[in-house]
């Protein structure tokens, strides 16, 4: 059971209800996670502006073959669950790349570089190396993209962190990050 709580969709801060409606239409319900930050109007402004920004950077694949790497790094089953089912269902990601995604690889090269390079910066806290820069250039990224890999690392920490500390009830398929992928 969630440590904080996950008011039902009516029963949410007034200024929140607009954007619960549009995950609402967008996606066809409003996940746990959604309103657990609606908590706070000002987080959920923060959080769904970020996302909404950082949405129109890399095609969906990427961004949730990054989701899946942090996901991981980070211990999130939370996250785990939602972008295993968003992967195989809205990004249409294998499943096969899905549990290389969350060792933190890719089949595809472009994307190795990416997820390799996010999951260096989850696990460094930010401290990558003159070489991690070197190898993701050399992988055809440019300066704003590297500067969005990492804008999708911290958005995907943020979640990972709030569902951690909230022990958000997982509605979506379970998957948990103890399981080898």
Avoid: W
């Amino acid at each position: 059971m969630s440590r904080i709580s996950i008011p039902a969709k009516d029963d949410v801060p007034e200024a929140t209800k607009p954007t619960l409606d549009a995950i609402q239409k967008a996606l066809g319900s409003v996940p746990n996670i959604f309103r657990l930050v609606a908590n706070s109007p000002a987080a959920l402004t923060a959080f769904t502006s970020f996302q909404n920004a950082l949405s129109r950077t890399f095609d969906v694949k990427t961004r949730e073959r990054i989701a899946l790497a942090v996901a991981e790094v980070n211990g999130c089953d939370y996250c785990l669950s939602a972008h295993t089912y968003l992967g195989l269902n809205f990004a249409k990601i294998s499943p096969e790349e899905i549990a290389l995604n969350r060792k933190g690889v890719s089949a595809d090269a472009r994307a190795h570089a990416a997820v390799s390079f996010a999951v260096k910066i989850a696990e460094a806290r930010g401290h990558v190396t003159d070489a991690d820069i070197a190898n993701v250039r050399a992988a055809g990224f440019s300066d704003a993209q590297i500067v969005e890999i990492v804008a999708l690392v911290a958005e995907n920490t943020f979640t990972n962190y709030l569902n951690e500390v909230a022990k958000t009830d997982i509605d979506f398929p379970v998957v948990l990050a103890a399981d080898a992928a």
